[in-house]
């Protein structure tokens, strides 16, 4: 389905005139969420939306580290509710500022006597109503690093991805990821590591079964029933998903492995020079619109798991990592604050506080 925003252009454009003026949505790269009205909001051509940023103000810095905005108009007379989703940029000079500015509605550019504002151009790539109905999405969300991330947003948005659409995952963007991901750190720059990537649907279900019984071994289904605490029934919730579905859902596996010498125990060093490669990965799969989730659990079954995949004796396996296009949205992460976890100097010492 194309996006065409023509025909929300009259309602738009005359939306502040109408007393109905678009709200913005945006987030930090942390999270913190922001909203505000925008009342010189425009269909600024079939594809984008824009409006005049005048406050040089919180939003503004949301959107430069954070693209990813929704747009509100309703007017609940005429039974309009629109959501529009999609990836902003700020133009703070040059042409299409020139442009957004030429076309702003006058009562927003009259509070901004000196045009010191910035445009804002969002790229809309979802429109539903409130109540969830889609009414136009892009068909594939061309969402690169190159024009949009940068490693603080990759970070602070990779969370756990569990759930997974059905859309196929080309090679060429599998193997740009594992690109990424031997550019990591690793002990004397040996890179004995070793990714098996699984796609064939047999595999993946059998795969996906021996993960479920090591999950189940540690994880009983009456586990989750007995999970008072909220965050953690969520987080569960879905890590059982995963369980129950990594054998189907996900279309790719990533089994990351390290090659020991021969007669040679596997060690913390080794661990340490496969997880950074493993946390590129899940860098890069966020940067490119994938989601992944780092696990474990299928260590319970290893030997069957390298036996069915033909893993030499000499390989270990460290982490299963399923890989495809999310079905439930990156977003920020839970982590406790930097103070709690550092000490300054001595250990439990002075924690370490901003300066
Ligand atoms: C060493 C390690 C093992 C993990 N094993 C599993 C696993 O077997 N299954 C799973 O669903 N998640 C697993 N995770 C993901 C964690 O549950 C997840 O990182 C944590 O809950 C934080 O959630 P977030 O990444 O969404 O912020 C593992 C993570 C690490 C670092």
Redesign the pocket.
């Known amino acids: 389905m194309p996006i065409d925003l023509t025909e929300y252009k009259e309602v738009i454009d005359g939306a502040l005139a109408n007393g109905t003026p678009c709200v913005v949505a945006t987030a930090s790269a942390r999270g913190e969420p922001n909203i505000s009205l925008r009342g010189s909001t425009m269909v600024f051509d079939a594809q984008h939306l824009a409006y005049w940023d005048r406050a040089h103000g919180r939003q503004q810095e949301h959107v430069g580290e954070n693209p990813h905005v929704v747009v509100f108009y309703r007017d609940p007379p005429r039974r309009i509710s629109w959501r529009l989703y999609g990836q902003a940029t700020v133009h703070a000079g040059g042409p299409i500022r020139e442009q957004v500015m030429a076309r702003a509605v006058a009562p927003e550019l009259n509070r901004d006597p000196e045009r010191k504002g910035v445009a804002v151009v969002i790229r809309v790539d979802l429109v539903m109503t409130l109540g969830g109905q889609v009414l136009q999405r892009r068909e594939q969300q061309p969402e690169t690093p190159e024009r949009t991330f940068n490693i603080f947003e990759a970070v602070y948005t990779a969370?756990?991805i569990?759930r997974f659409r059905p859309d196929a995952v080309p090679d060429e963007m599998v193997h740009r990821i594992l690109e990424a991901a031997i550019q990591a750190p690793n002990g004397t720059n040996a890179q004995s590591w070793r990714f098996v990537v699984v796609r064939d649907p047999a595999l993946r279900r059998e795969l996906g079964a021996l993960y479920r019984q090591g999950?189940r071994e540690v994880y009983p289904a009456d586990r989750l029933a007995n999970e008072s605490d909220p965050n953690r029934r969520r987080?569960m919730r879905?890590?059982y998903h995963?369980?129950e579905h990594m054998g189907s859902e996900p279309p790719v596996l990533v089994l990351a492995c390290i090659e020991r010498g021969p007669n040679t125990a596997a060690t913390r060093g080794a661990g340490a020079s496969i997880y950074p490669a493993v946390q590129n990965l899940l860098l890069a799969a966020r940067a490119l619109g994938l989601g992944a989730?780092?696990?474990?659990?299928h260590l319970r079954r290893e030997a069957q798991v390298k036996a069915l995949l033909g893993i030499p004796e000499h390989v270990d396996t460290y982490?299963l990592i399923p890989l495809g296009y999310p079905a439930s949205p990156h977003g920020p992460?839970?982590r406790r604050p930097v103070a709690e976890v550092t000490y300054r100097d001595r250990w439990a010492s002075a924690s370490l506080q901003k300066q």
Do not use: G
Request: glycine share 0%; proline share 0%.
């Open positions: 969370r756990s569990r999950f987080v879905s890590a995963l369980a989730c780092l696990t474990t659990l982490a992460l839970r």
